[in-house]
């Protein structure tokens, strides 16, 4: 691949995912859209007594006005002439949301682990195919539910699944690029998880775009051509190769020795010296003298001492990782929970304060644009710790090896420390019920969010074995995922018999994530000290003096 093809593939990428990706974590910008318009809003009593007002009001033709005022609905929602204020939401509606919302988001991050097992069999290209085609299946099935609210709103939940399943393909696919192609640094990864958390900033724009008087179908008609012109780019530019496919690795090695060859032509001491050193030179390592000798063969050298992998279950009942586990899925349901809580707060506040509330919604999902520092900055701190010396020996290698391990140990220990900080500070601000305080609880939340990702790699390739790595990392995604689905049963818990206070909550989740978060760099220490080699030291030659015998 050219160096042209190659920074247009990784800059599309950043740029696909910072589109596509993640779109859903700007729920608080999609949900006032989704309100405004009417959807999921069969089950709401306002909606029948305003339905009940407007008829009693109405005159004798009150069948032919209900036509014109049904089909004029959705003139206005195409053509864009509405009012500039949205439409009362109710409980049901809000919960309705909020459940579309939770499953939409579990397919982000749970699909990794099945995505990891379908890349055996589909190429990387397919798979950013099926993404960009789940997400212009996701915008259609918005449409109808835009345009037909009142009856379509089922497609709701199917959009907000093929939105998640679609982003969830484009963000592993972009991942995936590192592994595919040669000399890509970690910066590019972190780079990846920076666009995936202010991807969310796409709603914000829409939701910008539509309450300046555009219409909301064009918008989606038009997200949803974007899409397909990522498919569009995959198909003709993403031509890539695996790494057992490439064309500077299908050559096999090949030995050919003619010593028999020679030994016809030499004297009889030149004989005997040439079986010496070939004797000298392979019987320790392939033990096998008639297969060197043969006149054509290829030569597989194994090392006879290799160590027998570890097991993956040994690393997965570790209490590392189980220990990050929860911490992972406390932190997990807490920052869905939190976007929910925020968002039902926005829309219970009065009407005479609705501007206030629509322009504190607008700058939540404009703060999702400092994932875009957050990651880079954390990758940074995490991988800033490499060697230039090249080592010349094995036990310069050891020693090499050690001190890396040492160093990412102690950066590793020292972001859980800025994490445990992070998590003190947005659960106390999280208690303050003020929409000012608040946004500084959403940019903590877009840090932490931003640093999930990044200190899981991390925290995988720094302590367990690398091959247990692919399977640690999905394991995580797809368990915290699952946990992650709790946060509806607590959002109902909010909005009925606390009544809209997530007080007790956040306190809740504000203990379990200390406990988790503090006791991880806990761990680390004590398996560091563990599995700590010893480095060897400098021998110093002294000079012995034979003890002096006394005569009797």
Known sequence: MGRFMRRWVLSSALVETLLFSGCLLGWNSLSPILTDVGVLSQDCHSDLERSEVRSNESSAGAKHTGSVEAASSVAELILG??????QDSCTSQEQSLTLGFTVGTFFIWGAFLPLQLLLGYVHIRSLRQIGGALVSVSCLMLVYCLVKPQTLSLFLPFALIAQGLGGSCVLFSSLMLPHILEDVGPLFSSLVIASFSASATVFTIIKVIYFSGIPIVPIILGYGAMSCAM???????????????????????????NCYEALNKKKPQEDEWCQKSLKLKFQNSLRDRERILSFRRTLSFKRPDAPAPSPLLGSLVSPTFLLHLLSDSTLLTWIYFYVSSVNAHLQSQEEGRWSQSDVYSSVFGALQMLGLFAAPLISILLHNHRIRKRPRNTAQTAARNSYKHACSMKRLSAVYALRSLLVIGFGISCLIPSLQLQVVSFILHVAIRASMFLVSSTLYLSVFPGQHFGALLGINTFISSILSLVQYPIFLLLMGPLRGDPFWIHVTFLALSLAAVALQPLLMVTYN????RPLSRPIHLRKVTPPTTTEA
């Open 231 to 257: 498919v569009l780019n995959s198909t003709l530019f993403w031509r890539l190769s695996p790494p057992g496919e490439k064309e500077d690795t299908m050559y096999s090695v090949s030995l050919r020795l």
């Open 81 to 86: 002439s509405r009012s500039n204020k949205p």
């Open 529 to 532: 000290q563990r599995h700590r």
